[in-house]
């Protein structure tokens, strides 16, 4: 694990817009494209840490929201930082609570300086600036830091789009003065715009302007069609310096990943895969499995006799019905591994893929296999 | 790890009652005094097999009440037996499912010839009987397969405990001459009578001449204060032979431990140590702590600096108290952990103790770690 003392960014290659990077942080070093397993109150939920790591994650995200709700910003720094408190010695990203203040917090209330709200856990009330987000951000001792934004639902009004995109430019300034020296940290910006090209290039341009160790893409994957995700990234990676890392917030299923790693996208994060685990659900080469179903009730076969990943063969189908059916906690821990297993399998299969110049077989091959679907019913095959 | 092709058991030593021994199956040793997890539904909840491997458990037990309704006996026989289907290669005990259709089904029924009930999961009709309990144990394939008794609940008139002590005893003619041949098998009789001396000497006499390969105290540790369940045990394991395990089933907490060993148990099992874990209690060398009590809310000190399990000195109590406040899968996933290590490290320690002659000084020291209570509140020492 090569470390450097600074944040650090390293196009390796390219292939089409598809990009393979190397992120280097004085706590260890992230291969991109990567995909971030979300810790959101300082645990990846139902894995150890070392669970984490061995499935080959090298980086981890964390809540701003919900950590400084419970257990506290100050009660974390007073414990050592997040790294310590959850015996992760990696690097971490914390979001700048932004986005769970405005789907989970009460009486959220935006203004010029920054937004109120009331916790959704015991309704006490909170304030959230750029300056206080980065402060936070700072006590939790994350390694990249994300400015505060306003994250707009799409669809949206142009105006109501705009109004957002400004507001964050205004922030990003803020937040970029109060982040100060770097450190080996990285403050990353976010382009807002919604679904208008022109605000995206805005955005992204007056970003650049500013000047970020990283560029995220925010505003996505918040109701709005998979196409036009696709396009408005289509749009405006191109737009992000090449030497610097580009985030796609909150994103997404293995299908988003494929087809924002095609249009340049280097970072990626989301719940998706241990909340589909804890709700029976498993990823794999076959696409998604429904273990609840009752087509695995007497199926003696592994989830996927093919995979790497011990626990996607070692138990029978059968058996995974038989604990999800039963809400046993190993079914839930088992499926959030193999869930996370399958998109760390999958993003090292893309960084080999564009390696070789192979992304876009890489790619067909593998919607190819999800579009076949799972094995035939047991005993009918 | 020795094996062998029968199932044995050899006295290695002993230390006033307490009794230093060793069961031999081809599955594997069982170092005894024993505690067994408890996988009720095929799996110890909350820990992975390996987990349950590495904290010193040499066998597990399963709940025949619990997986003749789910996923049914047949289905786990299809599936290759409980120890394929759940990944754990030691030797597995299951209990005769008599127990739980008493304390959990609907409508239970008794007769003659067994007993009648419906499923607490879904009211569906079933039936138990002692030959049918033996193929159910046969059919998940258990290495010690328990006899179905009648367990009464303390306190109970002596009518009541008399026909529930005969019932047993010609139940347990029938479980073995259904058990038949052994093959590296074992099947253990139960000694009822409850609080009755007589009633338990008339018992034990019986069941021994019949003959089993082990004997269990049923019947205890259902509502009666400790003293007398020590009693009764004071009582009835020297009417045991000295050549055969000793097993107290559903028993108990690490003071009911200390207390039964000294008087010559060899064998226990309990859902109790991952339960409370669930619940956010954690056994240590300072009695039980409760970690959703704020007094762990910004302590930065380990569970126990001095414990030789990870997971006891890797973690802050204020990350283990967050854990167990939000509700984290992996709160109840440690603590689980921790509880069960506690207890195999009890266990050792009355091993090695017993094998030293020092039980008794053991015992005392051990009590006096769990009276002297948790470290000072933090900042207050």
């Known amino acids: 694990m090569a470390t450097t003392l600074d944040f650090q960014f390293k196009l390796l290659g390219t292939d089409g817009p598809a990009r393979r990077g190397r992120i280097s942080t004085p706590k260890g070093t992230i291969e991109t494209p990567a995909f971030m397993p979300v810790g959101t109150a300082g645990t990846v939920k139902g894995l150890y840490p070392e669970q984490v790591r061995d499935l080959g994650a090298e980086i981890v995200l964390g809540n701003t929201y919900h950590l400084m709700l419970r ?116 403050l990353f910006g976010i382009v807002q715009g919604g679904d208008d090209k022109n605000l995206r290039t805005r955005s992204a341009a007056e970003l650049v302007d500013i000047g970020f160790e990283g560029y995220a893409i925010g505003g996505l994957a ?20 090449k030497t610097h890392p580009r985030y796609l917030m909150g994103v997404g299923k293995p299908d988003d990943l494929l087809g924002a790693v095609a249009r340049g996208i280097d970072m990626f994060d989301c719940v998706h895969p241990t909340r589909a685990g804890r709700h029976g659900h498993a990823y794999t080469r076959f696409g998604v499995i429904n273990l609840k179903n009752a087509r695995h009730r007497d ?59 192979t992304f876009a077989r890489f790619a067909d091959q593998t919607r190819v296999g999800w579009r076949k679907g799972d094995l035939p019913v047991y005993g009918e095959e």
Chains 1, 2 share one sequence.
């Not at 990203?93 to 010029?112: C, H, P, R, W």
Request: proline fraction near 6%; glycine fraction near 8%.
């Open 71 to 186: 257990p506290g910003a100050e009660r974390v720094a007073a414990l050592g930082g997040l790294h310590k408190m959850m015996d992760w010695d990696g690097p971490i990203l914390t979001d700048s609570g932004g986005f769970q203040v405005m789907s989970l917090a009460k009486l959220a209330k935006l203004d010029e300086d920054g937004v109120s709200f009331r916790s959704h856990i015991d309704g006490s009330a909170h304030r959230l600036t750029p300056e206080h987000s980065i402060e936070i951000q700072t006590l939790l001792g994350a390694d990249i830091v994300m400015q505060l934004d306003e994250c707009t639902r799409l669809p949206a009004d142009r105006g109501v789009l705009e109004k957002a995109m400004e507001l964050s430019l205004r922030w990003a300034v803020r937040s970029k003065t109060a982040f100060g020296k770097a450190n080996g940290r990285a």
């Open 222 to 241: 918040v109701g709005e069609p998979q196409a036009e995700m696709f396009e408005a990234i289509e749009h405006t990676a191109p737009q992000l310096p």
């Open 299 to 357: 199926d003696p076969r592994p989830l996927d006799e093919e995979s790497p990943n011990p626990n996607a063969t070692r138990w029978s189908r059968a058996y995974l019905h038989h604990l999800v059916k039963c809400g046993e906690m190993l079914g839930a821990m088992v499926l959030s591994q193999i869930n996370l297993a399958y998109y760390q399998e999958l993003m090292a299969g893309m960084r080999a893929a564009i390696e070789n110049g």
